[in-house]
């Protein structure tokens, strides 16, 4: 698995999402994080995980929440590095009722 310590949404939808992730704890627990922004339409952001205590070394994936409609989860797993530079990007389109995530890269 790569490592990266940051990700990144674009949202190309009509609709409001919030960006986070999931990782699992030492437990085994999955932790559901949420950011700490809400894009409008048009708009992204960039999330460094460090902001968000989690442990190094944790698998992580992406999370989208959208208010109006489904969340979104990403099906690709990385490993957070506090030191790595790397970036997850997505991006989300369509409509809150039927939204589309889509990876894009992972590097910066």
């Not at 950011?35 to 989690?54: Q, R, V, Y």
């Not at 995530?101 to 992972?106: A, E, K, R």
């Amino acid at each position: 698995m790569k490592e990266i310590s940051h990700i990144h949404l674009k949202n190309q939808g009509n609709f409001i999402v919030r960006p986070g992730f999931v990782y699992v704890d030492c437990r085994g627990c999955r932790i559901y994080e949420k950011g700490h922004t809400m894009l409008p339409p048009g708009a992204s952001a960039t999330i460094s995980l460090e902001d968000h205590g989690i442990p190094e070394g944790s698998c992580i994936t992406f999370y989208a929440e959208v208010p109006q409609g489904p969340d979104r989860e990403a099906h690709q797993i990385f490993i957070y590095s506090e030191s790595c530079r790397n970036t997850a990007r997505y991006v989300i389109s369509g409509t809150a009722a039927d939204s589309t995530l889509g990876f894009i890269s992972d590097v910066c």
